[in-house]
C-alpha cells in the first residue's frame, strides 16, 4: 500500500517509523554521519509504501522547487530490496511529482552512482559527473517532464 502525505498529515507513529528507516540505512547501514532528519521535511510531501504486516519498507520524498520537484529520501528497507519495491517506490515518485505539481518541467534526483542505470530505466539522464556526498558517489540526474 503505498500513501502520500504532507508533513502535518503524517502520524506520529508513521514519523517515527520514517525516521527509524532512513536513520537504519542512510546514516547505520551506509556508515554516514550527518544531519539526517532536516527542515525540508517540513514542506516535503512523503511518500510512503507498507507491507501486508504494515511495516514501512520504502520511502521517498518529494519538493517543490519551483520549475523542478526533487525527488529525495529514496530508501527501501534491506529486508525488502530485490523484491520491486524501489522501482515501485520511484514509479510512484515520477507519478506523484507529475500530479502534485503539473507546473514542473523537470524533476531531479541527486543518485547514488551505484544506482546509475536503475535510474536511466525510468528516463532520467546524468547532468553531472560523479561527487561525493557524505562519503558515497552521487550524480544528479533529471527526468524531463512533458506538460501537454
Not at 528507516?21 to 539526517?36: G, H, P, S, T
Not at 559527473?129 to 527526468?143: F, K, N, R, S
Amino acid at each position: 500500500m503505498m500513501m502520500q502525505k504532507s508533513f502535518a498529515e503524517l502520524s506520529t507513529q508513521e514519523l517515527f517509523q520514517i525516521y527509524q528507516l532512513r536513520v537504519a540505512v542512510f546514516v547505520v547501514e551506509q556508515n554516514c554521519a550527518y544531519q539526517e532528519v532536516d527542515e525540508l521535511d517540513l514542506m516535503a510531501q512523503h511518500l510512503l509504501r507498507y507491507d501486508d504486516a504494515g511495516n514501512l519498507i520504502a520511502y521517498a520524498r518529494l519538493m517543490d522547487e519551483g520549475q523542478q520537484v526533487r525527488i529525495g529520501r529514496v530508501v527501501v528497507a534491506q529486508a525488502a530490496r530485490k523484491h520491486g519495491a524501489g522501482r515501485t517506490l520511484v514509479s510512484a515518485a515520477i507519478h506523484a511529482a507529475r500530479t502534485t505539481y503539473p507546473a514542473a518541467n523537470q524533476i531531479v534526483i541527486q543518485a547514488q552512482a551505484y544506482l546509475q542505470k536503475f535510474y536511466a530505466s525510468f528516463g532520467f539522464q546524468p547532468v553531472s559527473e560523479v561527487y561525493l556526498d557524505t562519503g558515497i558517489p552521487h550524480l544528479d540526474m533529471i527526468l524531463p517532464v512533458n506538460n501537454n
